[in-house]
């Protein structure tokens, strides 16, 4: 019997510890936002929050993620990333986009302030549509407006 901790809700679920999480989320939780595509941890169609690191889960066990948080794309917030995808108007098919914007979110967190090499090399999530000249526009807006959001928070 495994215990996660998914999107702040506590679950034992039994399944091999070795079970990719990515399955473990979709078929014992039902949470089927985060997708499957290659399956050997290259694309990110798989990105989850764990542990605040976003992880490729095709290729993780789900006994790796015990006693961490885990955030799927159900369970995120309201949050400047999805404003700017929605801004922008990133997703083309949006296969690949639940994977992008958790990839995202993480990225932010360790580099709010990025340059467009930064984002390059830091996001590096697959997309067969090739929108990937609007996610790097919609991640320089969230990070503009996380900053504005913050600076704002200071304000006398
Ligand atoms: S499906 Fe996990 S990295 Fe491609
Ligand atoms: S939007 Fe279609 S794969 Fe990325």
Redesign the pocket.
């Known amino acids: 019997m495994l215990e996660l901790v998914v999107n702040g809700t506590p679950h034992a679920i039994d399944v091999a510890p070795d079970t990719p999480l ?1 399955w473990v989320v979709r078929d014992h939780l039902g949470l089927t936002g985060t ?13 989850m929050i764990v542990g605040g690191s976003a992880l ?4 993780l066990p789900a006994s790796a993620a015990v006693g961490q948080a885990v955030t799927t794309i159900e369970g995120l917030p309201a949050h400047p990333v999805k404003d700017a995808w929605i801004a922008e108007q990133v997703p083309q098919c949006g296969y690949c986009q639940p994977g992008q914007i958790m990839a995202t979110v993480a990225f932010l967190e360790t580099n709010p302030n990025p340059t467009e090499q930064d984002i390059r090399e830091g996001v590096t999530n697959l997309c067969r549509c090739g929108t990937y000249d609007r996610i790097r526009k919609a991640i320089l807006r969230a990070a503009q407006a996380r900053a504005a959001a913050s600076a704002s928070k200071v304000e006398p």
């Open positions: 990515l997708k499957f595509a290659c399956g050997m941890g290259l694309c990110g169609a798989c990105t490729r889960t095709c290729v």
